[in-house]
């Protein structure tokens, strides 16, 4: 078995960003390999800490890694983090982590099925349970393929893509990664075949597809803010523009105070701001990092405060 390792993107900025009190209560609510976990539960006395992930496998990691600690690890998914603290009594957290990154691990362990570099069965679930990207490739319409291609991996070539998928699946059932890899070259022009590995965009696409990455992201926004209390932070790393696009979207609706029209002579609305930015624009990783770890270029860290 693989190792369960991924190093920990943007580990001090996020650490920083938390500004853990020694008695406070914190959230990592994407564990992965507890690199950040363990770095919150040193900084930690009276306090308390709360592990969750998804992936069962990652699950019984944190509770290897972080044994020595006042620690609590759970499984399930992010966006029920309300209902996670509503079990352990738990009213209010003072920072709150999520790293939405793909672990190391789940790309390195090829029977995962996440990576185009490896070859293994379509599955790509990170709770590894659930509708599988074997299922989406090979039973999801044109329609929903190009659909979901396009607006989850911004490519440009969706349609060819989707429209490839389909005339392969004709012919034969489509298991590994290997042969979407190759479906996925076939439809795209040679020049794009040159400059770089076309599966990327597609890849990912329909991994947020098999997580519902996406709308659980927007779920738990809302409801880790609102766990947050007076003064706690909610540090958010993500890896593509449309994560990245929803908690600026969603860190400025928090921070928004009156919302009524413009030629009104005052405010009946009585709305008031929420939240405030500590981060105006995304923390980035340094140069060194990328240097060390390849896969952090992408990371951007956004922290709002709640008010």
Do not use: W
């Not at 709150?96 to 099925?113: F, N």
């Not at 929803?246 to 929420?274: E, M, N, Y």
């Amino acid at each position: 078995m693989t190792e369960f390792r991924h190093v920990s993107v943007l580990l001090d900025e996020c650490i920083e960003g938390l500004n853990i009190r020694p008695d406070g209560i914190y959230v990592d609510a994407t564990a992965g390999g507890a690199g950040h976990s363990v770095e919150i539960a040193k900084r930690l006395t009276t306090g308390r800490l709360v592990a969750i992930d998804r992936d069962p496998e990652a699950v019984e990691v944190c509770k290897d890694r972080l044994k020595d600690y006042n620690v609590t690890v759970v499984r399930n998914n992010y966006s029920q983090i309300d209902a996670v603290l509503d079990d352990l009594g738990i009213k209010g957290c003072d920072g709150i982590l999520m790293d939405l990154g793909v672990s190391s691990y789940q790309l390195d362990t090829a029977e995962r099925g996440f990576s185009y570099h490896l070859d293994a069965p379509l599955d790509m679930r990170m709770s590894k349970e659930g509708i599988s990207a074997k299922d989406i490739v090979n039973g999801y319409s044109y329609e929903q393929l190009s659909r979901i291609i396009f607006e989850y991996g911004e490519e440009k070539f969706a349609k060819n893509i989707a429209a490839q998928i389909i005339k392969t699946r004709e012919q034969k059932f489509i298991n590994t990664t290997s042969e979407l890899s190759e479906i996925i070259k076939s439809a795209v022009p040679a020049r794009v075949r040159r400059e770089k590995n076309p599966c990327k965009k597609t890849f990912q696409a329909i991994r947020i597809a098999v997580n519902s990455e996406l709308d659980h992201l927007s779920t738990a926004l809302d409801k880790a803010f609102y766990s947050l209390n007076k003064g706690g932070r909610l540090c958010i790393i993500t890896f593509h523009s449309l994560e990245d696009r929803l908690v600026k979207q969603r860190f400025a609706s928090f921070c928004k105070g009156c919302i009524c029209p413009p030629d009104f002579p005052k405010c009946v609305c009585g709305r008031t701001p929420q939240g405030k930015l500590i981060t105006r624009k995304p923390i980035v990783p340094s140069e060194a990092e990328i240097g060390n770890n390849n896969r952090s270029r992408s990371a951007k860290l956004r922290i709002i405060e709640r008010i």
